[in-house]
């Protein structure tokens, strides 16, 4: 479902709420003197300055609308009005005492990834306190709630436990059981929190929903399990039960976490896209290996959701535009939509202007959702009952009857596709596992490899680390083609499958001699500053 739009923040999945079992989520604690300093040495992120605002998406209507108007003025038409940004712009408050992290071992591989919630331990409110209030200094005795994928907690607490000095007054431990952790989708408000409770836009991005802890004050004497119920009752009213979304939101949304990162590196990961990474900060534990990465190496693997069709399926028109652009360059593109003068075709003044289409679709979570309702043919269909049908009065019509052929059709082919699809759901469920090997048949090479335990709840969308040349994101590969056809992992035999690779609307523009985000002439000056 999706809700209104949200400014430059995309469109938000439709409203709900979930609370996460331990197996999804848990909470550790890093308390006590020195915590800070302890932290500021193992995680990516600079605990010693603002995070940075999550990054706008990318606004696909607004590219779309500008080239149509350039096309009408071409024409000396009338142009359609265009929405001004500051009208489509929703103020989103990001707290600064929540931010996203990655932790590394010594070689510069994740351990997991997490979010850091910051609190006065001091503190009988257990909401985070106004960034005026309290200024993020070295030696604050804070704590911080570190929310993280419950297949990960294990090997993060360790992780911490190995790097505490033995006389320092750092205080670790698991509060998993104390502290529920909930998500609110459908919203960008995560103000007026009432007492017990702590609450800030996931710091990633907020089209991934408000992250919501039920903490507890001093004063009360509820159970977690009371603190939860509570929860539920409060935003049921407004924000349905919703268990699950989040799987299937971060999947859809291209965001890999906790164990599905283990042993990679952060910029493969995408980590510095959601604002995880710091490349200013001082030392910090696998620093080196980030840092070489970013300055002068090439990228040549990133995340991103992969939808997974059969051969007999048509290919939606997104990944038809992204194969011509890919194919053709996207200076021949309009020539081959249109034609050109010297061939009887009409020049309607396509103008691109600066704008260059990107070589893979741009497409939210929603719009992926809606995407897969149909082509797996889950969409909603009801058809009108036809006059003469029981409990509609008068004859039936000839020109009924051929609709009511029509409609019959319709419903027949409705239920052709719907059974294919759950057959192809099947099938990608069975074989599409975390470690599986995606295999392009026409050259026999290993193109990406499946991190999602499975693919997201009701698609054949999956993460994957992908080769950037083999999907039009780097130079030196071949073009990413609409026809291609792959196996996954040991799977012999059946239908031919392809593989549909897109961007997230988080993602900046990709620069294809290093597979880095493109620097625009603004950023770079800045960077010189």
């Not at 932290?39 to 605002?53: F, H, I, K, N, R």
Request: hydrophobic share 35%.
């Amino acid at each position: 479902r999706t809700a209104a739009a949200a400014g430059r923040f995309g469109k938000l999945w439709g409203r709900g709420h979930e609370t996460f079992p331990l197996s999804t989520r848990r909470i550790l604690s890093v308390s006590g003197p020195g915590s800070t300093k302890y932290l500021q040495g193992l995680v990516t992120c600079d605990l010693l300055s603002e995070p940075p605002t999550p990054r706008e998406e990318y606004d696909v209507e607004e590219h779309a609308a500008s080239v149509a108007k350039r096309a009408m003025e071409a024409q000396d038409a009338n142009p359609p009005q265009m929405i001004g940004s500051e009208e489509r712009e929703v103020r989103v408050r990001f707290d600064s005492r929540t931010r996203s992290a990655c932790f590394l071992d010594h070689r510069g591989r994740i351990v997991t990834d997490a979010l850091l919630w910051k609190r006065p331990i001091d503190d009988e409110s257990p909401e985070l306190p106004a960034p005026e209030a309290d200024p993020i200094r070295e030696e604050d005795e804070a704590e911080y709630l570190i929310d993280v994928a419950g297949d990960a907690a294990d090997a993060l607490l360790a992780h911490l436990k190995k790097y505490k000095l033995r006389k320092s007054k750092v205080k670790i431990g698991d509060r998993s059981e104390e502290v529920g952790v909930h998500a609110v989708y459908g919203t960008l408000n995560a103000e007026g929190t009432p007492p017990g409770y702590a609450a800030a836009m996931d710091p990633r991005h907020p089209s991934l929903g408000m992250r919501v802890l039920s903490v507890g004050t001093p004063a009360d004497d509820l159970t977690p399990q009371q603190r939860t119920s509570n929860f539920q009752s409060m935003m049921s009213n407004f924000f349905p039960p919703a268990a699950g979304t989040y799987s299937v939101l971060r999947t859809l949304s291209g965001v890999a976490e906790g164990a599905e990162l283990r042993g990679k590196t952060a910029l493969e990961c995408n980590q510095e896209f959601m604002g995880s990474v710091s490349f200013s900060k001082g030392c910090y534990l696998g620093q080196e290996l980030t840092a070489r990465s970013h300055h002068t190496g090439m990228i040549r693997k990133r995340i991103l959701p992969v939808a997974i069709i059969d051969d007999r399926t048509e290919v939606p028109r997104p990944w038809i535009l992204a194969d011509m652009i890919q194919e053709l360059g996207p200076d021949k593109l309009g020539e081959n939509l249109f034609g050109t003068p010297e061939e009887g075709m009409i020049d309607v003044g396509l103008d691109l202007g600066d704008y260059v289409p990107p070589p893979l679709p741009r497409i939210s979570a929603p719009g992926m959702g809606g995407i897969y309702s149909m082509l797996l043919g889950t969409a909603p269909t009801v058809l009108p009952p036809p006059a003469g049908a029981e409990g509609v009065e008068g004859p039936v019509a000839p020109e009924m009857e051929i609709e009511m052929e029509t409609d019959l059709e319709q419903e027949e082919a409705a239920r052709k596709l719907r059974e294919a699809g759950e057959k192809l759901l099947a099938r990608v469920s069975e074989h599409a596992v975390r470690g599986a090997k995606i295999i392009d048949e026409k050259d026999g090479k290993t193109i990406g490899q499946i991190l999602s335990t499975s693919p997201a709840p009701g698609t054949t969308v999956v993460l994957a680390q992908m080769r950037m040349d083999r999907v039009g994101l780097a130079e030196g590969g071949a073009p990413w083609s609409r026809k291609n056809t792959i196996r996954i992992g040991d799977e012999k035999g059946g239908q031919s499958l392809r593989y549909l690779p897109y961007l997230p609307l988080w993602w900046p523009d990709i620069d294809r001699a290093s597979g880095k985000a493109q620097i625009v002439e603004e950023d770079r000056r800045e960077e010189e500053e």
